[in-house]
């Protein structure tokens, strides 16, 4: 029988250390908070997710392009998108009077855990001030001639500041989308939570424009967010670990004329923020044509009229799916009197689809024959693992523990009838099958 456990963030980090998923990034110089490096296992994970991302939001659709934009933008974006800005990309900060140390305001739990640290000592905070996330640096080779230039805090502006690229080159009639998956940089105060809060992460999104009209801005919101959740929840969530949260007007971001999250419900602290849907009006283009002096409307052949469209955004992060994807599939079960942990991954997004064992290891004929199932499997099915070490029930385990859905393995009888075993990891059951159903069984079931 498996049970699934309430799952603690430390079994998940130990667990993506251990079996080569996720590191502390620059770990041996005693690790960047707020970075982390992701290990073989781990990258073919998050790989899988952002394919799956990126063929159903972008290759399956007409109406999708995808795009790749630089990390590095001029300051005078992030002024024109409002995150410098009073109201832009900034945390409440308030600053212990005895340390010095500056925590986020609005997290009570930093501020308690903070106060621990000065054990019989009456802490006072400073009031709380705006601090700005976005990460500067400078390019150029000397001081003098250096340009201040900002990481981008949200993906979103690089394909904001080429629509009218888009237009020239593409020639793309309303409505239509850019998609686009990569890195972001916040300088997040208390980056926590393992890979919920980093400095440096991955999103995914969705900018869709339309016409500025209300009501076909009303329906094209709620497609997005219907589109958005089902997806969500295809990665292989159950439907009462997800909810929808509309954001409060004071939570708003200064973009968006409403904004609603999915959440997940963590193990480790309740519903948390895993994706967003944001309905940001006309902010983004009106304001880059404001800044840079271009035009970034559009002209709208049937009506004769030009205007600025609006934006519907879909908006993920990669890590926080890595993380909440992980959480979910995270199982304890005890499975031939054994205790064991697994990971119950959708297939199609395990790191490893399928490992083929020869029963025993120190059998010539069967190694080779073993090796021979392994080598045509590859052809067919790439991410593919050889394991000959230790017994077979370890074998077993270790592939368990890193989400491989089918264990093949090649014994005696395999000699005399060319059958092998398959061995399924929810539950341990076994069939036999002759070697040349076995690459089409699996792409099947991968599916
Ligand atoms: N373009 C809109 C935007 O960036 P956001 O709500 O600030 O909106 C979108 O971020 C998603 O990016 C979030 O739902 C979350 O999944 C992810 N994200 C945001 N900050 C993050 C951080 N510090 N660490 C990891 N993921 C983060």
């Known amino acids: 029988m498996s049970e699934k456990e309430n799952t603690s963030l430390e079994k998940i980090v130990s667990l993506c250390k251990r079996r080569g998923f996720v590191f502390q990034g620059s770990e041996i110089y005693g690790g960047l908070a707020g970075t982390y490096d992701y290990g073989p296992y781990g990258n073919d994970l998050r790989h899988n997710i952002k394919q799956y991302f990126w063929q159903k939001f972008v290759l399956d659709r007409e109406d999708v392009y995808g795009m790749s934009t630089a990390i590095l933008m001029p300051r005078k974006v992030w002024d024109a998108s409002g995150h410098t800005s009073e109201v832009g990309l900034n945390d409440p900060l308030v600053e212990c009077k005895i340390c010095h140390e500056r925590v986020r305001a609005d997290q009570q739990e930093v501020i308690s855990d903070h106060e621990k640290t000065h054990k019989n000592k009456k802490v006072e905070w400073t009031e709380p001030v705006k601090f700005n996330l976005l990460v500067e640096t400078k390019l150029g080779s000397s001081e003098k001639s250096s340009t201040e230039v900002n990481l981008r805090g949200e993906i979103t502006q690089g394909v904001?500041?080429?629509?009218?690229n888009i237009l020239d080159s593409m020639h793309p009639k309303l409505p239509f989308g850019i998609g686009q998956i990569g890195k972001a940089f916040r300088?997040?105060?208390?980056p926590r939570d393992f890979l919920f809060r980093q400095r440096e992460f991955e999103q995914m999104e969705i900018q869709y424009y339309i016409k500025p009209e209300e009501t076909e801005g009303d329906r094209v919101y709620d497609y997005w967010k219907d589109e958005a959740f089902s997806w969500y929840l295809s990665l292989g969530f159950s439907k009462e670990n997800l909810r929808w949260r509309q954001h409060a007007s004071d939570e708003l971001a200064h973009y968006a004329k409403d904004a609603w999250?999915?959440?997940?419900?963590t193990s480790f602290a309740g519903w948390k923020e895993a994706w967003g849907v944001h309905h940001r009006k006309d902010w983004d283009l009106k304001r880059h044509s404001q800044y840079s002096g271009v035009d970034l409307s559009y002209y709208d052949e049937e009506k004769k009229e030009r205007f600025i469209?609006?934006?519907?955004?879909c908006s993920g992060g990669?890590?926080?799916?890595?993380?909440?994807?992980l959480l979910e599939a995270y199982t304890e079960d005890v499975l031939s009197d054994e205790p064991r942990v697994y990971l119950k991954l959708k297939p199609s997004l395990a790191p490893i689809k399928v490992a083929v064992f020869p029963l025993l290891k120190n059998k010539p004929n069967l190694v080779t024959k073993a090796r021979g199932v392994y080598q045509a499997l590859?052809?067919?099915?790439?991410q593919v693992?050889?394991?000959d070490n230790g017994n077979i029930g370890k074998r077993y385990r270790r592939q368990d523990e890193i989400g491989t859905p089918f264990c093949v393995t090649v014994d005696f009888n395999t000699l005399t009838d060319e059958t092998v075993?398959?061995?399924y990891r929810d539950n341990g059951l076994q069939d036999r099958l002759h070697i040349n159903d076995l690459a089409a069984f699996l792409k099947e079931k991968l599916k």
């Not at 300088?187 to 208390?190: G, K, Q, R």
């Not at 999250?261 to 419900?265: K, S, W």
């Not at 990669?318 to 994807?325: E, K, N, Q, S, T």
Request: proline share 5%; net charge negative; aromatic share 14%.
């Open 309 to 313: 469209p609006w934006d519907i955004e």
């Open 421 to 423: 075993t398959v061995r």
């Open 187 to 190: 300088n997040e105060i208390t």
């Open 385 to 387: 693992m050889w394991d």
């Open 378 to 382: 590859k052809k067919e099915i790439p």
């Open 160 to 164: 904001h500041v080429n629509f009218k």
């Open 261 to 265: 999250d999915i959440e997940y419900n």
């Open 318 to 325: 990669v890590d926080r799916a890595v993380l909440f994807v």
